[in-house]
């Protein structure tokens, strides 16, 4: 039973366009909810976060979007850059869990030049 | 400042061995979790170390153990290997109190197990 999910294995864009990455989540108790990203041969790392209370989050070019009746978030890349393909992981983590995150399968995201 | 690093970077076993996987955190880090991440798939939560001890466990059998050192290090040890354990086994580190508002880990680049 998969909880959190990334339905799009892979997304290509246009360098300086937007990237739009989506992530599905089942349980409700999840409270927060976190970006990753993945290079060839390199750990995750830590890209951005939003905690349940708030709906929007921004850091420079990455924005993130949460919708708790939708039980959805997205991640918006603008604009694009070569530097970004890699693979991106959404995760999320509860309270009282040790803060263990549950992560989706990754969208591998390719921007082209 | 290292970061996470981890030992064996690659290795291979074969189906009844047993492997240990090592790890030093970040520096300034007390809490160190492993996750296992099969090919295709999303990193999956192993179990989670604090003060020595398992804090945390994920749906994983008890061939999967684990230990801490007073140095804040970890190892992974798998017994019994199973075909299906080959996987890129990841180490995390965080700070305690940190971690545990908001989840945020530092990963190790994983040492990838092929069993055979």
């Known amino acids: 039973d998969q909880q959190v999910k990334q339905n799009s294995p892979s997304l290509s864009v246009q360098e300086g366009r937007i990237s739009i990455l989506n992530c599905d989540y089942t349980n409700s108790m999840f409270d927060y909810f976190l970006w990753y990203k993945k290079y060839p041969a390199e750990g995750p790392t830590f890209l951005i976060s939003?905690?349940?209370?708030?709906d929007k989050n921004e850091d420079g070019r990455f924005t993130v979007f949460l919708n708790k009746s939708a039980k959805h978030l997205s991640l918006h890349i603008v604009p694009s850059q070569p530097g970004d393909s890699a693979v991106y992981f959404c995760?999320?983590?509860?309270?009282?869990?040790?803060?263990?995150?549950?992560f989706g399968s990754g969208t591998q995201l390719t921007v082209l030049p | 400042d290292a970061g996470v690093t981890q030992s064996p970077t690659h290795l291979i076993k074969t189906r009844g061995q047993q492997v240990t996987l090592r790890c030093s955190p970040k520096s300034g880090h007390d809490t160190v979790s492993w996750y296992q991440q099969a090919l295709g798939q999303g990193p999956q939560f192993i179990f989670q170390?604090?003060?020595?001890?398992?804090?945390q466990r994920g749906n994983f059998p008890d061939r999967f153990s684990g230990h801490q050192f007073p140095n804040y290090s970890s190892e992974l040890n798998v017994n019994a290997l199973l075909l299906g354990d080959s996987a890129l086994y990841l180490c995390a580190s965080s700070e305690g109190g940190r971690h545990l508002n908001t989840g945020e880990l530092f990963f190790g680049e994983g040492s990838r197990l092929t069993v055979l």
């Open positions: 170390y604090y003060e020595e001890e398992e804090r």
């Open positions: 939003i905690s349940s209370i708030k």
């Open positions: 995760a999320a983590s509860l309270y009282g869990s040790a803060r263990q995150l549950t």
